[in-house]
Each structure stands twice: as structure tokens, then as C-alpha cells.
């Protein structure tokens, strides 16, 4: 399923976001930049060591990364040519300013990708696994948020793809979309 919002293409795939031929995929990281399980396994397990290489000189840097901000490594053997590391916010109820944090994941990831001349991204489902976030929520302010930067930046990727691994999440995600 796709739809436009003035230049930019929003579309939903059920899949493995680690075989995404685009410029950016997007990873669902941790504060500290080291290795999870869930989306975050699957792509540095897929970007091999370069990928591991690079979040380590970032942490040893800046100390990692904020929930809510994001940064940008090599794809390293992945097909996407760059990932764009993000922390999404951990579940607590919903008043401990999770839907600000999470707007803000998918915000900081695009501007990355529009500083660094990027025109297709994709995206997982971010915070919606081990961080518990109530998928149905989440998926309404990941498709408003690029929704509203898509009508209102100045410049925005050409093409944001959600790649989704289950029924239920590509469920959630369709629903949401045909709603905006
Ligand atoms: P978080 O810690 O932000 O909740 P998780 O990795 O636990 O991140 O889960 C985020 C979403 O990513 C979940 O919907 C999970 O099913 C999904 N996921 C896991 N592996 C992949 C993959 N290879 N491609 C796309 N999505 C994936």
C-alpha cells in the first residue's frame, strides 16, 4: 500500500528491512549503540563489523545516543548504503513523553538522511517491540509525523518505505495509513 503526500511516496512492506535496496534503512538502536536483539541483531548481524566499527567510535564520542535523537553509520554489506541509528522510547504508560519521543525519532532520522542527500529511507516499527510501545499508537504518529514533514519541509527523501515483519504490526501500519 502507498500513498503521496505532495513529493514524497509513503509505503507500508511486509518484510525483512535488512534486504531494503534503498539510501538509508533505519535501525530501532539502544541509548548505548551496542548490539540488541530484535530489528537492531538482524541489521548489524547483516552490516557485519564495519557497522559495529563505527558505533563504537560514536559512543566513544558522544557517549552513544539520546532517545528521541539519531546518527548515521555506514550500510557496511548491507544494500542500503547508510543506516541511521535511533532510540525509541521505552513504554512507561504514555505520559512519561513517549509520543513526543517517538515523533522525534522519525524527525531526527529524516533530517539526518536530507543532510547527508538522501532521497528513499525505510523505516521499522520503532519502540514497538522490546520497548512495548502499543503498536496501534505507534504507528499513527510514525505515519502523521512523516505525513506533516512530507506537506511541510522545505526537504524531504522522495521515498519513505515502513518495513514491517509481522501480520499484526503490517495490520496496524495499513489501518493507520488509510485513515491519514
Ligand atoms: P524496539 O526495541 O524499538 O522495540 P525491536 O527490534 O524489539 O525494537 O522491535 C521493533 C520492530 O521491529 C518489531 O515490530 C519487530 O517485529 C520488528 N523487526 C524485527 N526484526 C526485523 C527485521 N529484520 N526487519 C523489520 N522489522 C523487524
Redesign the pocket.
Given at each position: 500500500m502507498q500513498k503521496k503526500f505532495r513529493y514524497t511516496t509513503i509505503e507500508l512492506i511486509q518484510g525483512?528491512?535488512?534486504e531494503e535496496k534503498v539510501d538509508a534503512i533505519v535501525n530501532?538502536a539502544n541509548e548505548k549503540l551496542i548490539g540488541g536483539?530484535?530489528?537492531?541483531g538482524?541489521i548489524r548481524k547483516a552490516g557485519g563489523e564495519e557497522v559495529t566499527k563505527e558505533c563504537d567510535i560514536i559512543r566513544a564520542r558522544q557517549g552513544g545516543c539520546p532517545t528521541g535523537k539519531a546518527v548515521i553509520t555506514t550500510g557496511g554489506n548491507l544494500p542500503a548504503e547508510y543506516i541511521i541509528h535511533t532510540v525509541?522510547p521505552v513504554w512507561q504508560g504514555g505520559d512519561a513523553g513517549e509520543p513526543e519521543l517517538l515523533a522525534s525519532c522519525y524527525k531526527e532520522s529524516i533530517a539526518l538522511a536530507v543532510k547527508n542527500g538522501l532521497y528513499s529511507i525505510a523505516f521499522?516499527?520503532?519502540?514497538?517491540?522490546?520497548?512495548g510501545y502499543p503498536t496501534e499508537k505507534a504507528a499513527k504518529i510514525a505515519l502523521q509525523t512523516i505525513r506533516d514533514l512530507a506537506e511541510n519541509a522545505d526537504r524531504m527523501p522522495t521515498l519513505v518505505q515502513f518495513?514491517l515483519?509481522?501480520d499484526a504490526?503490517f495490520g496496524c501500519y495499513t489501518d493507520a495509513l488509510s485513515n491519514l
Open positions: 525483512d528491512i535488512t530501532a536483539g530484535g530489528v537492531d538482524a525509541g521499522p516499527s520503532i519502540s514497538t517491540g522490546v520497548y518495513v515483519f509481522d504490526t
